[in-house]
Each structure stands twice: as structure tokens, then as C-alpha cells.
């Protein structure tokens, strides 16, 4: 990847189904309508319907962000109602992944024009190396650099460039930390299911989302792609020249 542009977000099979099922009702509802005289009103009531629940996805910019928390309720309930279909065709995260970048592109949209000031990145503690016993939980400078996992690269990019940020393996502590620290815009990496209960527990701040790469299988010697979350800091949050950095946090009691 580029190290200074964001990829593109193809939203795909998500944005397909969520617009695509309440226009064709829509459009059936019209024609049933023209056809049909007994029941008309009903026919058009649904196509009415059909249109109000489509009509939010067109929303953009400031009113998106406005409207942020209604919109990803919905569109989290979608994404939950076809998730048993996407798990019986062996596309569940992806699925998962084609609202994830969805929301992604919504929240570019908005923050690339209106840089955030005060962005927290969220990490899962488990791209530390499963077998390190460097100390990063107490202090960063306890990592080698070693190149075993991304915690080294990031950790570089964090510290140069102030990034607010929290390892944590609990997400009801993530999410209560998360709302006292009260950020403008989240930067979170971690698995497609975690991603999708963060971004519908946490309506309130917009997320920009990145995906861990499992090559290990869950939860062990995960890693993800660190130029990736360097560009989105870079494009969408204001540069923070303070010396705010926050230590990284570990909660390993999980
Ligand atoms: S990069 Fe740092 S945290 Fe990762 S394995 Fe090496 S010393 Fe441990």
C-alpha cells in the first residue's frame, strides 16, 4: 500500500442488500399499485416505506455524522438479520467486512474535509508476539522493535506522531474508557465481529475501522497492516504536535 493514501472502500454486497432490497419492494410496491386497484393504499404505503428506509444511506458529510447514531442502529440491524444467511454461505465476515468499509467510506467522507483534533486509536493486545516478554504494558520504550509483530511499527509511529491510543481486551472497559475520554473519531483494529459490536455499541463516535489479519487463527499473533492505520491518521486526523501521548494500556485480567 501507499504509505500516504487510504485504500478504496469497496462496499459491495452490504451496500447491494441495504439499498438494493427496499428499492426492489419499492418498486414492486408502485407497480402492484398501478396494476392491482384493490389494496392500492397498502401497495403504496409499503412503497412509501421502502423509500424512508432506504433514503437514510444517501445521507453524507455533516448530516450523516448528525445522524450517525440512528443510521448505524439500522443498518447494524441489517447487518445482524442476514448474518445467519452470510454464516450458511461462508461469508460471514465478509459480510461483516462489506458494512465495515461502508461505514468507513461514510466517515472519510466527512473527516477528510473535517480533520478530527482529538482521534484515539484502539488496538487488540494480541498482536503482541504471544511469546514476548517485553513490557509494553508499562511502558512502550520496553518494546525491541524486534519485527515479530506490528507493535514495534506502530509503536514508532505512535510516539512520533503523539497518536492517543489504548490496547484492551475487554469491550465493556473499552467502550466506558472510550466515553470518558470523549475522542472526535475512533481508529479501531480488530476482528470483523469486534468491529461490528463496537461500531453499533458506540454509535456516538464515528469509527474508522481496519480488520486484523488472523494467520495464527483468533486471539494469537494476530497483525494488521500498520501503513494502512498510518494513512488513516494521516488523512483524516489534525496532527498532534502536544506531548499528550498516553501510555498503552493492557488489561490482561480478561
Ligand atoms: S515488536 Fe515489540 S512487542 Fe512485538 S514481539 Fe518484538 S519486542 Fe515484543
Redesign the pocket.
Known sequence: MNERSLPPERTGIFLLVRRGVPITLGIVGILLALIEPIGRGWYLLLSMACIAEVWPTFRTGTDYLRTRRVSIRWDGAWVRSFRPLARALGKEDAWILSFCRWNNRKVREYFQVHRARRALVLLPHC???A????G?IEDLG????????????F?SNALSANWNCQINNRSHKVYREVRAFKPDLIVAVSCADRLLKGLTKLPEVPSYVIPLQLPHGMCVDTTFCVPHLKAAMEALVEPNREENIQPLQVDVGA
Open positions: 498482536i503482541q508476539a511469546n514476548c516478554k517485553a509494553i520496553n518494546c525491541f522493535s524486534c519485527g515479530r509483530c506490528p507493535a514495534g511499527d509503536l
